[in-house]
């Protein structure tokens, strides 16, 4: 999970190259779905769930690839603050 906040205007052409980074993310072994959700009161927050099966495939599978420099350049200039971004694991999931 990482809360992302997005340098003001810069919102659209984010959501253009988050579009593209998905192709980088979802190229590594482990991965299993990601969202990315808006903020309605503040236009420039925005919300990543990534689904990895493992930590490891995200701190090392991921962090550690070619694909990752390549997220990484498309997408980090748009940051400020940078994210912080944490670990869950489902302790309880209700879906209908």
Same mark, same amino acid.
Request: aromatic share 14%; net charge negative; glycine share 6%.
């Given at each position: 999970?990482?809360?992302?906040?997005?340098?003001?205007?810069?919102?659209?052409? @984010?959501?253009?190259? @988050?579009?593209?980074? /998905?192709?980088?993310?979802?190229?590594?072994?482990?991965?299993? /779905?990601?969202?990315?959700?808006?903020?309605?009161?503040?236009?420039?927050?925005?919300?990543?769930?990534?689904?990895?099966?493992?930590?490891?495939?995200?701190?090392?599978? @991921?962090?550690?690839?070619?694909?990752?420099?390549?997220?990484?350049?498309?997408?980090?200039?748009?940051?400020?603050?940078?994210?912080?971004?944490?670990?869950?694991?489902?302790?309880?999931?209700?879906? @209908?």
């Amino acid at each position: 999970m990482a809360n992302l906040q997005v340098k003001e205007g810069m919102e659209q052409q @984010f959501e253009i190259d @988050f579009e593209t980074a /998905g192709q980088y993310i979802s190229s590594i072994e482990g991965y299993k /779905g990601h969202t990315l959700q808006k903020c309605i009161e503040h236009k420039n927050k925005y919300l990543l769930l990534v689904n990895w099966d493992s930590v490891e495939a995200h701190e090392i599978g @991921f962090r550690k690839s070619e694909a990752y420099l390549k997220w990484k350049a498309l997408l980090h200039h748009y940051y400020e603050p940078f994210p912080e971004v944490e670990h869950y694991s489902t302790v309880l999931e209700n879906s @209908f």
